[in-house]
């Protein structure tokens, strides 16, 4: 599943302290004011400058427990602000969709900067190449599960990358190809069972993988498949079945988790609702 960060608590004052303005509050209004005072056509200005005040913005919406968390979720970023998910969507939002933009911005290297483009950029335009070039750049699993979730899934090109990716040896490429499939199951409404049931066997053949993004993008892929439909269930339930009584420590765990879920009560129950539902 895409990765965030989580969001700063707050906490109220009483009494007379409650009407001075403390650190923590005066730094949240300074962070509302960069984004209040961001001009309306700021996609008019030059594309340097528009990347210098996204960052800027980013720079201003970050915080110590934000940069923390990177660390407690496993992420790994060589230049990160630390600024949360919530925060993220506030400026992308405020940037709207712009290509352009999106690819200035990956280039800066910075982590929420490559996370902001996820919403930035505009699907119909992201090419192949790209997403190839991009991919090569992830990481780590926030930026990874981030941009298949929110951006790749809903490119023309996405069906082709998860054949492509899922026999890459970079840990985060072949990664990509089965978050992206786990996203597709999750997203695309207009496919039917067809093509899922002809990535089972991608599935399968890298659930022996022991690397831990691997085994757990494969493992998030079975599931999703299997929760998708009926016919589906049972065809991940035969791959989880024989993933679990495999030889390999990595296929088991994923056979088995996905067993687990997939044969659930309350997975079954929605399954059968849906159908029930489709045939009303």
Same mark, same amino acid.
């Given at each position: &599943? ?40 700021? %996609? ?18 970050? $915080? ?15 230049? !990160? ?11 992308? @939002? ?19 900067? *490559?996370?902001? $483009?996820? /919403? ?10 790209? &997403? ?16 298949? /979730?929110?951006?790749? #899934?809903?490119?023309?090109? +996405?069906? +082709? ?18 978050? =992206? ?7 695309? *409404?207009? %496919?039917? #069972?067809?093509?899922? =049931? ?7 053949? +890298?659930?022996?993988?022991? *690397? ?18 009926? !016919? ?16 390999? %420590? ?5 056979? @088995?988790? !996905? ?11 929605? =399954? ?9």
């Amino acid at each position: &599943m895409p990765a965030s960060t989580a969001r700063q608590k707050s906490g109220k004052r009483v009494g007379k302290a409650a009407t001075k303005p403390g650190p923590r509050k005066a730094r949240g209004g300074a962070r509302r004011r960069v984004l209040a005072q961001a001009p309306a056509n700021a %996609a008019q200005r030059p594309l340097d400058e528009q990347v210098q005040a996204a960052l800027s913005s980013l720079e201003n919406m970050s $915080t110590r427990r934000d940069r923390e968390n990177l660390v407690r979720f496993g992420i790994t970023a060589s230049k !990160a602000f630390g600024v949360s998910m919530a925060n993220i969507q506030v400026l992308a @939002k405020r940037l709207g969709r712009n290509h352009a933009l999106a690819a200035a911005l990956w280039d800066t290297g910075w982590y929420e900067a *490559r996370m902001l $483009t996820s /919403f930035v950029d505009e699907p119909e335009r992201v090419t192949p190449a790209q &997403m190839d070039r991009w991919c090569r750049d992830f990481d780590n699993w926030g930026i990874c599960d981030t941009v298949c /979730f929110h951006l790749f #899934d809903r490119t023309p090109h +996405a069906w +082709a990358k998860v054949s492509q990716w899922s026999n890459e040896p970079d840990e985060f490429v072949k990664r990509a190809a089965f978050a =992206l499939l786990a996203c597709l199951a999750a997203h695309d *409404r207009g %496919a039917g #069972d067809a093509p899922f =049931l002809e990535c089972l066997p991608l599935i399968e053949s +890298a659930a022996a993988d022991e *690397r831990n993004f691997v085994k757990k993008g494969v493992s998030w892929a079975l599931r999703m498949v299997g929760r998708r439909s009926l !016919a589906l269930n049972a065809a991940a339930v035969e791959v989880a079945r024989r993933l679990s009584a495999s030889p390999e %420590a990595a296929a088991r765990w994923v056979g @088995k988790g !996905a067993l687990k879920e997939l044969t659930s009560p309350a997975v079954i129950r929605r =399954l059968g609702a849906r159908r029930r539902d489709a045939v009303g």
